[in-house]
């Protein structure tokens, strides 16, 4: 009996030649990475309770300040600073004000066929590159950052076996959306979602992120795509190596699964305040909108940039929304800076943003308040995830939201993109 | 106006600015009333607490210096400050003052024969305020910005104008 | 006997043969400027005071800028109420994200030379740059105008500034101010009017005037004004020709004459927390610091984002070290990025945010924590300003502050030109 792309990790990483879904293991960590959100709590727990002396390896433990940048408080700049000082006094990598950490992990660290633990649910994110990421909580991230280890069940997995080619005006986000609608908030519960599929196999490193960023969203423990060319290409352009290019056996077991065709797919939005109350755009109807919201580690990268910059060239946003587009790292905000996209946005009406988690994370940055409605390519509509408790969030793509933004109501992108 | 009242004094420096009366984080508080628990927060934030109506606050120079946030002298008003008498004010936190009620005097020398907790003694019709034995002179209130500030200030006089 | 700029304005307002300072007068007021945070107060004023419709929908001018991007959930009530004031009332000019109200006033030619000109905000000074009577005032004061039209103001006595010869290399607008607050103080000019000239004036661009009179109010000065020339007729495009008597008469009465020989200046800083505590660069060399911040009303524009460009072309700011740019206006934005400004910025590490008040203001965009040093190019360094009361502020020109960033201390930013 076959094994998974995250099974075969899972194994490597706790020293076994085969590991099957529900066994218990410990696990060797290649990096693990915290952020502002929460670091505060892990070094409390590091230098008071742990009284820890040493992270395992100062260079695969990584700080990255992205949920409050610049900080809106001396509460927040407070934890800031206390991450700077861990940073220097460990000598760890820090960044900060460069991006949001699962897009600098993917620029700068992660390879095919790690394990990649983050104090952050996201994390999923690095099976677009083929490694197996997973957010953890305080108490399990403190102890991996001491010992460079951590238990964990072997997952099922879950296959998704994508076919077809998208229509104009439809993208990764819109599959993501509707897989998750279909499936449900908690249909991967701990489970592996692996995407898969001749279309998959022609995805950009961009696309294969926004699928497995959200997998999370479906309750899964990590998304993954199989490494191949692409990704090889992705890392070695970044003086990179793979560590382990893992591929699904033919005869490995998944729980089930799952077929969509890229034809038949159009525009579709999450309707407040559930993830997977997924809907088409087209039946939306009227929803007049206060703010709209380019960025995140789900769709703030170069890709969903320039769709949005495609509708938005040469045309003024509605006066009385506000468009704020936060590319997801200092590299794409350079790349669009390059390609004229950050010119277009200016001039459209559109509040170009450090890059940081911003209006995705609800702090800091574009805030809604009470009865506002947020159309947004973040992560999650929660209520109140992005400002008063009695606000409305609506997740659809990048040009869904920009053309929402024209016209001051959520509208349907396709006519408006080549 | 009434023309006679004592008060505590609460003293403070030189160049107390309006960020210090009232911080910019504060100002989108809803109301003067919650923005009041702020006020001197960065330099004093106790006096929130203890400032009582009818006490005084006496400063150095250039009181009010800084932004024109009327909200720092509509504070001070809200908690009801006797007075404040220091040796210079800023501009707009003067004109800012009398149109909200909150009655400025001016006295060079008070501020350095005064301490924290003395009574003073403010007597309007004499222009003076005395301390224990001392008698300062204060520049005398032209009577009409007298009459703004008893009537509360500049909004019931222009109520007043438009016939409300 | 002749008159100055600050009264010459005036006497054109009211229709005035003579004025003498410290006399009371009534002038008809050409414009208003209101932003984000106090909209809610005047209109609440306005209404109180029992007024129904504005004196006039035109002149008056709403800019959002202190609570863009918004930071926390109360901010959007301030645009609400505003918006909904706007529509009721016919006023169009508003600006909802485009930048900060002092740069888009004169930018967008709300306001020109000879002009009468109020805000809600006390750097509403900075217009006496091109030659506009402007200052700021409270909102209860800005309801009252809403309703009439008019304004009551003492005619202020003025000071003169004159300054001449070449700013040596490595000093800036931002330097002379910072060196004439220090020289007159936090309250050198309380009720009077600064008025800058002499050649060296004459040569700085619109944008470094704008500097100068920015920070008039930080000497407590209720204008500070700058005789229009061929520059701000261009910049304001208006007609020259009539508005030739906006300069000050040879025979002008002044308070007070301060002569400066501007070859003698130097890169200078106001250290914590006043702004007339001033120091030179040279003497504060070493001095640590955690973040800079280059923007605001008083050094946002194009030629302060320039001028850190060139500072910072291919070099990196120290580890550990932020940066924060937030360019003035969206315009500024647009071009910066266009000139490939915004790029070498990104590229050494700056963390760019949209065109705001940002930091400047306190509210967000970098708000700092205990023990934090910023230097900043903005025009306030008051306990507690940017955050934490425990946290240390210097004011410097964009170059001063783009030195320190690359080196996590004040540097002379003379080695770097």
Redesign the interface.
């Known amino acids: 009996m076959g094994m998974t792309i995250g099974e075969k990790i899972l194994a490597m990483a706790s020293g076994k030649e085969v590991v099957r879904p529900g066994e218990i293991i410990t696990a060797k960590v290649d990096l693990c990475m915290s952020n502002d959100g929460t670091t505060h709590l892990n070094i409390d727990i590091f230098e008071n309770q742990l009284h820890a002396e040493k992270v395992f390896d100062p260079e695969k433990v990584i700080f990255i300040v992205d949920h409050n940048v610049p900080s809106e408080s001396a509460k927040t700049a407070q934890v800031h600073k206390k991450m700077r000082i861990f940073a220097q006094k460990h000598n760890i990598p820090f960044y900060e004000g460069t991006g949001v950490c699962h897009q600098i992990m993917i620029e700068d660290f992660i390879v095919p066929g790690q394990l990649v633990i983050a104090a952050d649910s996201h994390t999923c994110s690095y099976g677009g590159l083929g490694a197996f990421g997973t957010g953890v909580g305080c108490t399990d991230f403190t102890s991996v950052m001491n010992t460079g280890e951590i238990w964990l069940m072997v997952p099922e997995s879950l296959k998704f076996v994508i076919e077809g080619n998208f229509k104009p005006g439809v993208y990764a986000r819109d599959l993501i959306l509707k897989i998750i609608g279909d499936i449900g908030a908690n249909g991967a519960n701990y489970k592996i979602m692996e995407f898969g599929g001749s279309a998959v196999k022609n995805f950009t490193i961009d696309d294969r992120v926004v699928l497995c960023n959200m997998a999370v969203e479906a309750g899964a423990k990590s998304g993954l795509v199989e490494p191949d060319e692409i990704a090889i290409e992705y890392v070695e352009s970044r003086g990179r190596k793979a560590k382990h290019l893992y591929k699904s056996d033919e005869d490995a077991v998944y729980e089930n699964t799952y077929h969509y065709n890229l034809d038949e797919l159009e525009p579709m939005i999450a309707i407040p305040h559930c993830v997977d109350d997924v809907v088409p755009v087209t039946q939306i109807g009227e929803v007049k909108i206060d703010q709209g919201f380019i960025g995140s580690c789900n769709n703030g990268r170069i890709e969903e940039l320039r769709a949005a910059a495609q509708i938005l060239q040469g045309k003024k946003i509605n006066p009385y929304v506000k468009l704020l587009i936060s590319p997801a790292s200092k590299a794409v905000y350079l790349q669009a800076l390059a390609e004229g996209l950050i010119d277009i946005f200016v001039e459209c009406g559109a509040m170009v943003l450090n890059p940081n988690c911003s209006v995705c994370w609800g702090s800091c940055q574009g805030v809604i308040g009470e009865g506002e409605t947020l159309i947004s390519t973040g992560t999650r509509n929660f209520k109140g995830r992005a400002g008063h408790p009695n606000s409305s969030i609506y997740l659809a793509s990048a040009a869904t939201v920009a053309a929402s933004a024209l016209t001051g109501k959520i509208t349907d992108p396709r006519g408006q993109v080549l | 106006m009434n023309g006679n009242f004592t008060g505590r004094v609460w003293k403070l420096g030189d160049?107390i600015?309006t960020?210090?009366i009232i911080?910019?984080?504060f100002?989108?508080?809803?109301s003067v009333e919650d923005m009041k628990r702020y006020v001197f927060?960065?330099?004093r934030p106790e006096l929130a607490e203890l400032i009582q109506p009818g006490d005084i606050i006496v400063a150095g120079?250039?009181f009010g210096?800084?932004?024109?946030?009327?909200?720092a002298?509509e504070i001070l008003a809200a908690l009801r400050v006797g007075c404040i008498i220091a040796k210079?004010?800023?501009?707009?936190f003067y004109?800012?003052a009398f149109?909200?009620g909150l009655l400025l005097l001016e006295n060079n020398e008070l501020y350095d024969s005064c301490s924290e907790g003395d009574q003073v003694s403010v007597d309007l019709k004499n222009s003076q305020v005395v301390l224990g034995e001392k008698t300062f002179q204060v520049a005398s209130i032209p009577e009409d910005l007298l009459q703004m500030v008893e009537a509360g200030?500049?909004?019931p006089f222009?109520?007043k104008?438009?016939?409300? | 006997m002749g008159y100055t700029l600050t009264e010459k304005i005036i006497m054109r307002n009211t229709g005035r043969d003579s004025i003498t300072p410290g006399e009371l007068l009534n002038v008809n007021v050409d414009k208003v400027m209101v932003h984000d945070i106090f909209a809610p107060f005047v209109i609440e004023k306005f209404r109180e005071m029992g007024f129904e419709k504005v004196w006039n929908p035109d002149r008056i001018v709403f800019v959002y800028d202190h609570l863009v991007p918004t930071s926390f959930i109360e901010d959007f009530r301030h645009h609400k109420i505003a918006d909904a004031f706007a529509a009721e009332q016919n006023i169009k000019a508003v600006h909802r994200a485009d930048g900060v109200c002092h740069q888009l006033m004169p930018e967008l030619r709300y306001v020109v030379p000879g002009q009468v000109v109020f805000g809600t905000d006390s750097h509403t000074t900075t217009y006496g740059a091109i030659g506009a009577f402007s200052t700021g005032i409270g909102y209860t004061e800005m309801a009252a105008i809403f309703g009439t039209g008019e304004l009551w103001i003492k005619v202020p006595p003025t000071l003169k500034f004159n300054i001449k010869g070449d700013l040596p290399k490595g000093v800036f607008a931002k330097d002379i101010i910072l060196r004439i607050l220090g020289d007159i103080g936090a309250d050198g000019a309380t009720y009077k009017a600064m008025e800058f000239a002499g050649s060296t004036v004459e040569g700085l661009s619109i944008s470094s005037r704008m500097t100068l009179s920015n920070m008039a109010v930080e000497a407590g000065a209720k204008v500070g004004v700058i005789a229009p020339d061929e520059k701000t007729f261009a910049f304001s495009g208006v007609e020259g020709s009539r508005l030739q008597d906006l300069r000050s008469d040879s025979d002008a009465t002044y308070e007070k004459v301060f002569e400066y020989d501007a070859t003698t200046f130097k890169p200078v800083v106001a250290c914590p927390s006043n702004v007339d505590n001033i120091s030179d660069v040279e003497e504060m060399v070493g001095t640590r610091i955690d973040q800079g911040f280059i923007g605001s009303c008083t050094n946002g524009r194009l030629e302060d984002l320039e001028i850190a460009a060139r500072i910072l072309k291919g070099r990196k700011i120290a580890p550990f070290t932020k940066l924060i740019v937030t360019p003035a206006s969206r315009s500024i934005y647009a071009e910066a990025a266009k000139a490939g400004i915004i790029g070498i910025l990104v590229e050494a590490g700056a963390i760019m945010n949209p065109p705001a008040c940002g930091l400047c203001c306190g509210r967000s965009g970098g708000i700092v924590s205990d023990g934090e040093r910023v230097i900043a190019t903005n025009n306030r360094n008051f306990l507690g300003r940017m955050g934490s009361p425990k946290s240390e502020i210097f004011l410097a020109s964009p170059a001063t502050v783009a030195a320190a960033a690359l080196e996590g201390k004040i540097v002379d930013p003379r080695k770097y030109l």
């Open positions: 160049d600015d960020d210090i911080p910019t984080q100002l989108a508080l809803k927060y960065p330099l120079k250039n210096c800084g932004s024109s946030r009327e909200q002298p210079s004010y800023a501009r707009i004109r800012n149109n909200n200030g500049l909004v222009m109520r104008r438009n016939g409300k």
